[in-house]
């Protein structure tokens, strides 16, 4: 009678196992048959009316059952699962044939694209690159580069006081001060930085700009070899056919002075709009440092000379990439910045 009663049970559950369609089937077969208030759990309940000696066999019964039940509703999970699984990665391959997405990338700025040019020249002529702060004491920013308090070169490099002794720089020669206030001789270095003045901002100036400084300090230097410099470095930046022409000129730092041209690589020094029909183009100032410049940094000037230049970053890249405003600089417009 039990045994007839299980039986049924177990068909009946088994074959609505076998057609369940989805897992939530098979959890209404799993509520319904072995659940709590299920049709098995039914039957123990009613085994107190059972003789005693009948109950372990039909406990055992009713086990078997329920683990039949089990068994099948396991494997039918198990076959649901995989099929759902397989039709899942169906669904999210991914197809490679199909564009990417594009990631706008990154584009160096043109005055970088600029330093990083005049770095590898003189790295390759065995120059060392340093550094110094863009706020700095007036002492290197002016005392030590032998321009005075009163010296009315200081006017021409006017600039932000933080008080007192301290100056957002106006030129990046002071670093050459504190280069040589190292100690470490021969030197040969280049500074690349930030400068400020208090200019109006035009086509060609602004209250912040870039320079490159650089400074030989060595024995036996003479105008020779700055000259020698200048002009491999002008050749290497705007072309193996550039002239460099020495204009003197008057710096406090270095003695002689001069301020260097170079032969206009648009024309090759015929004459035409972008180097006003000179045929020429200034790009930096230089001399011999000036005794005084090197007594005041610590070396003897009767054992060592040096020569020094300085150069303006934009007006580099504005000559090279033919821009005519320097304003284009700072806009940050990509669509500009990218053309280089
Ligand atoms: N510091 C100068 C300026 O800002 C540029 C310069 C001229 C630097 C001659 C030098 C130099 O080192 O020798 O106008």
Redesign the pocket.
């Known amino acids: 009678m039990m045994q007839d009663k299980l039986q049924a049970i177990q068909a009946e559950a088994i074959s609505l196992i076998r057609a369940a369609e989805k897992p939530e089937r098979l959890h209404d077969v799993r509520v319904k048959y072995l659940g709590k208030k299920g049709e098995l759990t039914g039957l123990l309940k009613g085994m107190k009316d059972i003789s005693p000696a009948e109950r372990p066999k039909v406990g055992q019964m009713v086990n078997d059952t329920r683990e039949a039940i089990e068994a099948v509703l396991e494997e039918v999970k198990a076959g649901m699962d995989k099929k759902i699984l397989e039709a899942k990665l169906q669904e999210e391959v991914i197809d490679v044939t199909l564009p990417a997405q594009k990631k706008g990338l990154g584009h160096r700025h043109p005055n970088t694209i600029a330093r990083e040019e005049v770095e590898r020249i003189f790295i390759g002529m065995g120059y060392e690159v340093m550094e110094g702060p863009e706020i700095e004491y007036d002492l290197y920013c002016f005392e030590k580069l032998n321009i005075p308090a009163d010296h009315p070169a200081k006017d021409e490099?006017d600039t932000f006081y933080i008080n007192k002794e301290i100056v957002l720089r106006?030129?990046?020669?002071p670093v050459?001060a504190r280069a040589m206030e190292k100690g470490k001789l021969p030197l040969r270095m280049i500074a690349p930085g930030r400068v400020f003045r208090s200019d109006e901002v035009d086509a060609t100036h602004s209250p912040s700009f870039h320079?490159i400084?650089?400074?030989v300090v060595d024995k036996n230097l003479s105008f020779a070899d700055l000259k020698g410099t200048l002009a491999v470095f002008a050749k290497e930046l705007f072309g193996a056919e550039t002239k460099t022409k020495f204009r003197p000129h008057h710096?406090q730092?270095?003695e002689p002075?001069a301020e260097v041209d170079v032969s206009c690589f648009k024309c090759g020094g015929s004459g035409c709009r972008f180097c006003k029909g000179t045929g020429w183009i200034e790009i930096?100032?230089?001399?011999m440092v000036h005794p005084n410049v090197l007594e005041m940094c610590g070396i003897d000037s009767e054992v060592y000379s040096g020569f020094?230049?300085?150069m303006g970053l934009e007006r580099i890249a504005l000559l090279k990439y033919e821009i005519d405003d320097m304003r284009l600089l700072y806009e940050n417009d990509v669509r500009f910045l990218q053309q280089f």
């Open positions: 490099q106006t030129h990046t020669s050459q320079q400084e650089g400074l710096f730092f270095t002075s930096l100032g230089c001399g020094a230049f300085g």
